[in-house]
């Protein structure tokens, strides 16, 4: 491969695909009181003490402004029997938030039933990524349910642990 700008998005974005990652969902309470909710292939964990976590969010995401501005939010990650709120979540302007049961934790970020763990955090850091910005959250409060099985996504496909493969419903012009 040669320098950076030959990089070619298609195949960049296709190799990127060879890494299996979970779904989350991000969740955050809106100045306006309304409630932000972006599915999320970016979240990875970063350091135990002090306990920070990142993911990364597309400068052309519409709720970008407000999870900017947002006191807290929370991480909720998706097991096996949650792809349709992995495709709920994935769609811009969508009404996300129909029949999606959910409590409210810090900050009134809602913690989505079901989840295979909840983390809640205050920003910690904003940092340029490109055609992203990545956010590092400071996590506050935990909640682990390690029964579930996890939903993956891996080449572009929602899996299981089993292999089972399921194209999301959202075409994604990202690499996600
Ligand atoms: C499995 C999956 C993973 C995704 N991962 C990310 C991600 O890491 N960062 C991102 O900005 N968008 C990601 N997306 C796309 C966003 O969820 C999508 O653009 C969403 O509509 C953004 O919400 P908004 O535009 O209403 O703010 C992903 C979508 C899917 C289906």
Request: hydrophobic share 45%.
């Amino acid at each position: 491969m040669g320098a950076l700008a030959e990089v070619e998005p298609r195949a960049f974005r296709q190799a990127l695909g060879q890494f299996a990652t979970g779904v989350a969902v991000i969740t955050a309470q809106a100045g306006d009181g309304s409630a932000i909710g972006l599915t999320m292939s970016s979240f990875n964990s970063v350091s135990v003490d002090p306990p920070l976590i990142l993911f990364s969010i597309d400068r052309k995401a519409f709720s970008l402004q407000a999870m900017t501005e947002a006191k807290g939010y929370a991480v909720n990650i998706l097991g096996r029997d949650q792809e349709h709120l992995s495709n709920k979540f994935a769609k811009a302007l969508g009404d996300k938030w129909a029949a999606v049961e959910h409590t409210l934790g810090h900050m009134a970020a809602p913690l989505i039933a079901g989840a295979l763990a909840h983390f809640e955090c205050t920003p910690y850091a904003h940092y340029d990524g490109g055609d992203h910005v990545i956010f590092v959250g400071r996590v506050v409060r935990f909640s682990a349910y390690p029964a579930n099985e996890p939903l993956i996504f891996f080449r572009g496909a929602y899996r299981g642990l089993q292999g089972t493969e399921r194209s999301p419903e959202w075409p994604l012009p990202m690499h996600y």
